[in-house]
């Protein structure tokens, strides 16, 4: 059996209750029946402005109805989803729009200003679609709501492929962030794994309309991440073939009595968080107002990208005992390295994960790591993996190897394996810094640094932080002359990169930021910045 997401979602639409909820937010509740005709005439319209199947299509948005229907329009369509990380700066943005050769952009209207901007030079971009919900547009765009709202919204007859793709990009260790390229079936297909640990499923796609058929719609989803980050989009998608419904936030930033609120009032299953930088605050929320809010229906809480500690899942727990607590181990290029589950019944030490079944551990010359040698190791996914970076052959060889004759996806991620084959996550071994799930790439901020005119050179490297996981971290050697001043450095920083690179610390001091060959010295430099802040 093979999977393509438009035929599971053209499928599945034909037994689910047309009034059943598929897309909540706030006072707005789009229903399957709707949300099947919108996607529909959306993909039609994508097709007929000279979209053609494989063609790249840039969501710009943030968490927001439109983003999942235009999402499911491009699964029905053949067209592939880019993710656009809207906190990015216009500079940054565009490079994601000419790197994926993007044919269509769909943008929030709050973002317009940097459309703008952009426009003269995205030669490859022939559509824009703007969300704007006073049915406003700019000029050289149209209003989703009157494209969505325009057609019969039936079906579209189309011949779709398991080879389908969908591109989630990333930064990582993969410098300037590249697209990872996922067949549908491949995604689908480790989405199934994950779930085949936990009991049955649906092996094909017949039985999986059979299995909604009788059972009715799925279970009630909140992305509290951003869906434009794979943790958050990946959930998403996960709930759409299963028929369930998605509940997205109003609030730019995550606002606690917001989530807790949409939580009691919508009847929410499941949430997916990165972290405790999204843990932390809603365990606040809730222990500043206990007994406020109905949790009864949650039955999970998932979360990746970024460590989520012990004490923070401890404390979630007291107010919600009966809940279940997944850490998942895994990239956007690949899912299921590790798990985690923590329940009211016993607990689990921070960055400790029970192996996947799909996964080796290798040292530097690709020889299996023996469990409890104390030999750190790299962690390796067996298939089904992406396909690759797009457009980039080299970084997809060096992160898809071949080892004893079988394809891995490997991020970079060093662990160490115990006994009892379980890991203990070490972090990436790269200089790659992940800031509350963001990934931080140190030579970009490091260059926007030396272009101030007090700095000679300057290094970044990420450091331990209790609520970021890692903090962004710059130290600087000045030039001739200058006078250290740490706020003017980080607006400098803040004006070129997005905000989350901005270092959260800038430090000066008598160290050598590299050794005598000019290669950085990253494992100095970070000693040093530990010793500075105090940090063990």
Not at 76 to 105: C, G, M, W
Not at 452 to 466: T, Y
Not at 467 to 482: F, H, P
């Amino acid at each position: 059996m093979t999977w393509n997401f438009g035929d599971i979602l053209d499928s599945i639409s034909e037994v689910l209750p047309p009034d059943a909820p598929a897309l909540i937010h706030g006072d707005r509740v789009i229903s399957w029946g709707e949300t099947t005709r919108r996607s529909n005439n959306l993909g039609r319209a994508l097709l007929a402005r000279g979209a053609k199947p494989g063609d790249k299509v840039a969501f710009y948005m943030r968490n927001r109805p439109e983003y999942v229907e235009t999402m499911a329009a491009c699964f029905k369509s053949q067209l592939v989803h880019v993710n656009i990380n809207y906190r990015y700066q216009p500079d940054e943005v565009f490079y994601i729009f000419d790197d994926s050769d993007a044919q269509t952009v769909v943008y929030g209207a709050e973002f317009r200003d940097t459309i703008v901007e952009l426009k003269d030079r995205l030669g490859k971009v022939k559509t824009f679609i703007e969300v704007a919900p006073d049915g406003s547009a700019a000029p050289f765009a149209e209003n989703y709501e009157k494209i969505v709202t325009t057609g019969d919204g039936v079906p579209l007859d189309i011949q779709r492929s398991s080879d389908d793709m969908l591109f989630i990009y990333t930064g990582g260790t993969t410098g300037m962030p590249k697209g990872v390229m996922w067949r549908h079936d491949d995604m689908r297909e480790a989405q199934l794994t994950a779930l085949r640990a936990l009991g049955p499923v649906p092996e094909s796609l017949p039985a999986l309309v059979e299995t909604i058929k009788e059972a009715g719609p799925g279970p009630i989803s909140l992305p509290a991440c951003p869906l434009m980050h794979g943790t958050g989009l990946i959930t998403a998608i996960g709930n759409m073939m299963s028929g369930g419904c998605i509940v997205t936030l109003e609030s730019p930033s995550l606002d606690a009595d917001e989530l807790w609120s949409a939580v009691s009032r919508r009847g929410v299953n499941s949430l997916a968080i990165v972290g405790d930088a999204f843990a932390k605050p809603m365990l606040q929320g809730l222990e500043e107002a206990p007994g406020k809010y109905d949790l009864s229906s949650v039955v999970s809480i998932l979360s990746s990208g970024v460590m989520w500690s012990t004490e923070v899942k401890r404390g979630l727990l007291k107010h919600m005992p009966n809940v279940v607590l997944m850490d998942s181990f895994g990239a956007s290029e690949g899912l299921g390295f590790g798990s985690s589950i923590m329940t009211s019944a016993g607990e689990v030490k921070t960055a400790k994960f029970q192996i996947g079944g799909r996964c080796r551990v290798f040292d530097e010359d690709d020889q299996p790591v023996e469990p409890g040698s104390g030999k750190s190791g790299i962690i390796a996914l067996g298939g089904p993996i992406p396909v690759g970076y797009y457009k980039d052959p080299v970084k997809t060889a060096a992160t898809f190897k071949t080892i004893g004759g079988e394809r891995y996806s490997i991020p970079g991620d060093w662990c160490i394996v115990e006994e009892d084959g379980s890991l203990t996550l070490l972090g990436r071994g790269s200089v790659c810094i992940n800031t509350a799930g963001e990934k931080v790439y140190p030579e970009e901020v490091e260059e926007v640094l030396k272009l101030h005119s007090f700095v000679e050179d300057a290094l970044v490297v990420g450091v331990p932080d209790e609520k970021w996981g890692q903090a962004v971290t710059g130290i600087v050697k000045l030039s001739e002359g200058a006078t250290f001043d740490e706020a003017a450095l980080r607006n400098h920083v803040r004006a070129s990169l997005a905000g989350y690179k901005t270092p959260k610390h800038i430090l000066v001091g008598d160290i050598a930021l590299r050794a005598p060959n000019g290669k950085a010295d990253y494992k100095g430099v970070s000693n040093f910045a530990r010793r500075e802040l105090g940090i063990a």
